[in-house]
Structures are given as structure tokens and as C-alpha cells.
């Protein structure tokens, strides 16, 4: 069965950093782009971040909100994605859920399996 | 970037009932739209990629039409574990945004 869980998440003040794990099993991580989305308490899905498979150059996309300030990647050989979040703000608090992206050959992404989600307070 | 709309932002309905979600694209998307389920305190499920195309395990009372700006989500006949909150999301390119989410009560 394809896995993915999240950790990482804490309670933390504004202006520090963070970084989160995906751990996935279950597929061939390296054919696969990774996403993290966040879901403010109470709020709808929005979306964070993208990583492509090497296959497909494994660059990253950015929300606006967080570009320059949080850094995705991957280790394909642990089968493990990361969110490094710095410079954290208030409005960054969330649950943070990683998942998996299928794709029209390397230009259309969507998500079919999610993990449970990690979360992220961000508070003074 | 991509604005989506979704309507109703709530919708009470009857077990049984005929339920459409509509989502609005601000340009658009041909046909790269996602429906996701969600439950309270769980992660979104796919339901529709590609507009129309019903996931593995998906009941068949849920179905999804439109290309261009205008989509529909349509629930046949509305069961009890049908109450979530159901979001859209475009992915014709980067930044990817969802809706709002509709959320679907007794």
C-alpha cells in the first residue's frame, strides 16, 4: 500500500525554522513528484509546495507566500521528502500534509495519496 | 495566477438527494481539474482527476463534467458518508490553487 507520513511539526516562535519529512513507501519514490499543502485551523487547502522527479529535472514551484523562505527536497534514495521552513510567520500555522503528484508526462500535476498530516504552530 | 470559485460554500441536503458542486476557474484550465474529499481532522482524498475521470474505488454516484472555466462536482444520490467538505483545484500550471471547498451537512 502506498504511505506517506509526516512528521517534523512543533510549536514554534515567529522568525525561526522548521523542517518537515514525508516518508513514503509502498511506490518507487523516485518516479514520482512530491507536494506540501496546509490547511489553516478552521481554513479550506493551500497549496505550499512542488518537487518533480528527477526524470522530469526535480525542480521545485513555490506559492508566492512562501517563496524565498521555505525550501522543499527529496532524498530518493530514503525515500524521504523535506520542507525546510524559515523565517516562519503567524500565518504560517497549519496542519502540513505531504502527497504524492501523478502527471501528464512531467508538465500536469495532480495528487492521489496524502498523509495524515503534521502540525505547525507558529506563536509567540 | 488562477483564482478558483467554488459555490455553495455550504449546502444542506437529504440522504438520497441529487447535490452539484459548481467550480469556476478566473481562465481558462481545459480540462486539469481535481475533486478531493475531505473529512474533519483527515487528509483529502481524490476523488476526479482531469475534470471527469473517476479515481480507482470512487462510487459511481459521484461523477465530474466541464472544460475551459466552468466544473461540476455531482453526487447522484447523497449517502451518509457523502458529508465532508469537497474542494477543486487546478493544476494547468504552477502556483496550483484551490477552492474554497463546499461543505455538505444534513
Known amino acids: 500500500d502506498v504511505q506517506l507520513v509526516e512528521s517534523g511539526g512543533d510549536l514554534v516562535q515567529p522568525g525561526r525554522s522548521l523542517r518537515l519529512s514525508c516518508a513514503t513507501s509502498g511506490f518507487t519514490f523516485r518516479d514520482y513528484g512530491l507536494t506540501w499543502v496546509r490547511q489553516a485551523p478552521g481554513k479550506g487547502l493551500d497549496w505550499v509546495a512542488f518537487?518533480?522527479?528527477?526524470?522530469?529535472?526535480?525542480?521545485?514551484e513555490y506559492a508566492a507566500a512562501v517563496r524565498g523562505r521555505f525550501f522543499i527536497s527529496r532524498d530518493d534514495s530514503g525515500s524521504i521528502a523535506y520542507l525546510q521552513m524559515n523565517s516562519l510567520k503567524i500565518d504560517d500555522t497549519g496542519v502540513y500534509y505531504c502527497?504524492?503528484?501523478?502527471?501528464?508526462?512531467?508538465?500536469?500535476?495532480?495528487?492521489?495519496?496524502w498523509g495524515q498530516g503534521t502540525l505547525v504552530t507558529v506563536s509567540s | 495566477d488562477i483564482q478558483m470559485t467554488q459555490s455553495p460554500s455550504t449546502l444542506s441536503a437529504y440522504v438520497g438527494e441529487r447535490v452539484t458542486i459548481t467550480c469556476r476557474a478566473s481562465?481558462?484550465?481545459?480540462?486539469?481539474l481535481a475533486w478531493y474529499q475531505q473529512k474533519p481532522g483527515k487528509a483529502p482524498k481524490l476523488l476526479i482527476s482531469?475534470?471527469?475521470n473517476l479515481e480507482n474505488g470512487v462510487p459511481s454516484r459521484f461523477s465530474g463534467s466541464g472544460s475551459g472555466t466552468e466544473f461540476t462536482l455531482t453526487i447522484s444520490s447523497l449517502q451518509p458518508d457523502d458529508f465532508a467538505t469537497y474542494y477543486c483545484?487546478?493544476?494547468?500550471?504552477?502556483?496550483?490553487?484551490f477552492g474554497g471547498g463546499t461543505k455538505v451537512e444534513i
Open positions: 502527497g504524492r503528484g501523478l502527471t501528464v508526462p512531467g508538465a500536469k500535476y495532480w495528487f492521489d495519496s
Open positions: 481562465q481558462s484550465i481545459s480540462s486539469w
Open positions: 483545484q487546478h493544476y494547468n500550471n504552477f502556483p496550483l490553487t
Open positions: 482531469q475534470a471527469s
Open positions: 518537487i518533480r522527479s528527477k526524470t522530469y529535472g526535480g525542480a521545485a
